[in-house]
Structures are given as structure tokens and as C-alpha cells.
């Protein structure tokens, strides 16, 4: 577990530290990386944490409302963040949807954002260790090293940081932006470490572990279907970003494979 909290930890405050070094960084570059993380947690949202949720929950219709609830879930956290979640850079202090959004609205939305995202993992860096504890259904365990999930949040948290710097920079003094992005840091490490703790402790069940799981699953499609749209808003065709999501829907399939 300290592996997977030294690296979380540590990719978030790297790629929040590019945004001091470049600032003036090319959007279009910008957006194809988030184009190729938004692809790749698709994936692995499809591959791996959806098929592991429905084959391990005794009532699917359940977990699908649990997976529409965090969808929906999602939908307001990007409310309070700006969408800085999934690449949008705004400045603090402006109307968004109708709501008076500042640096604190932001950083309540991203650091819950990210705090969930980090309970879906368990000490070996996967999904399936707490499922498969109690049950283990043969062809199906994913009860493996797999670090496919882990890749898919680094790969997600990297420009969610660099985005986060980005906009507080525009209002902040340098220690400031640095001292909240140790905060924002920390979020989905404490996720990950607390929800091994409450299950380890027996203080989360079963059942509890599911909603936490579907939840997460449901922001990661919110996330990722947005990132996915939203990369051509003119509804053209771009051909180096169908080539770049290729690519990543490609990785995933050959990890998800390779293990």
C-alpha cells in the first residue's frame, strides 16, 4: 500500500509542478494527453471495473443504480470544480451554470472527486482484492497484479493536477497553489488508505464497498465520455485524436490481456 501512496501521491504533485515550469503551455497539446487518459479510463472502466462489479454483486440491478447514482454524483462535483476533472481551465470567482464558483468550490469538488477514485483501490493496486475476500467465482477472478486501474487514475490525475495549478495560479501567490496541490496530492491516497481500513476493520461491508465501487465506476464514464465529446465540441473529425483514442483503447485491451 505505501507503493500505491507514494505514487499517487507523487504524480499528482509532479504533473502540478509542470504547470510552474510551463506556463505557457500549447492547449492543443494539452488536450490531446486528455484525450488519450479520458480513452484509457473508458477502457478500463469497461474492461475491468464494470464486468468485476456485475459478476461479483449479487443484485446487478442494484449496482447499476449505484453506478447511475455516481454518474449523476459527478455531474455535481463538476458543478463545484469547473470541470478542472476533466481538462477545463476557468478562472476562480466567475459565474458557472448559474453558480458563483471560487477556489474553495473548486478544491471541495476535486478533492472529493479524487478522494473517491482512490477507495477503489486495495493494497495490491486492483479492484478485486476486497471482492474476492469473501467469494471467488471461478472464470471470473481478476484476483491478479493487475495495475491497469492504477495506470488509468495516474493517467487521469496527471492533468487533473497540471489543470488545478493552472487555474489557481491565476489568483493565488506560488506557496498557495503549492500548498493546496499537497492537498489536492493527498486526496485519493487517503481514499484508498480509508476504505482499506474500514473494510479491514469490518466498519465497511460488502454492501458498502459496492455502493463506494459503483459510485466511482459512474464518475469514471462521466468523466470519460466528457473528456471523449467534449475533445470535439464542432462535432468535426479529427484524425489525430480518433488515432491517439485508438491507441489508448488499444493499451488497455493488451494489459487487460497480458494478465
Do not use: C
Amino acid at each position: 500500500m505505501t507503493f500505491n501512496f507514494l505514487v499517487l501521491f507523487f504524480t499528482a504533485l509532479f504533473a502540478g509542478g509542470l504547470a510552474y515550469l510551463i506556463p505557457s503551455w500549447e492547449e492543443r497539446y494539452f488536450k490531446l494527453v486528455l484525450v488519450f487518459a479520458g480513452s484509457y479510463l473508458f477502457a478500463i472502466t469497461v474492461l475491468h471495473i464494470l464486468p468485476e462489479l456485475f459478476v461479483e454483486s449479487s443484485d446487478p440491478t442494484k449496482m447499476g443504480f449505484y453506478i447511475l447514482l455516481g454518474f449523476l454524483l459527478q455531474q455535481i462535483l463538476a458543478l463545484l470544480s469547473t470541470g478542472v476533472e476533466h481538462g477545463h481551465i476557468h478562472h476562480p470567482d466567475h459565474q458557472h451554470h448559474g453558480m458563483q464558483v471560487g477556489i474553495w468550490t473548486i478544491m471541495i469538488g476535486l478533492f472529493l472527486h479524487a478522494f473517491l477514485e482512490g477507495t477503489l483501490l486495495t493494497e495490491d493496486g486492483t479492484l478485486a482484492g476486497h471482492l474476492h475476500d469473501h467469494d471467488d467465482h471461478a472464470g471470473h477472478s481478476h484476483h491478479h497484479g493487475s495495475n491497469n486501474l492504477l495506470l488509468g487514475i495516474l493517467l487521469h490525475k496527471g492533468p487533473e493536477a497540471f489543470a488545478l495549478v493552472a487555474v489557481l495560479m491565476a489568483s493565488l501567490k506560488k506557496r498557495w497553489v503549492f500548498a493546496l496541490l499537497v492537498v489536492f496530492a493527498f486526496a485519493s491516497p487517503l481514499g484508498m488508505v480509508l476504505s482499506n481500513y474500514m473494510y479491514e476493520s469490518n466498519i465497511l461491508g460488502r454492501e458498502g464497498l459496492n455502493v463506494f465501487y459503483g459510485m466511482v465506476a459512474g464518475g469514471f464514464l462521466h468523466i470519460s465520455t466528457t473528456i471523449f465529446f467534449e475533445s470535439s465540441p464542432d462535432h468535426r473529425f479529427y484524425l489525430n485524436k480518433v488515432l491517439i483514442s485508438i491507441l489508448a483503447f488499444g493499451l488497455a485491451v493488451l494489459l487487460e490481456m497480458m494478465v
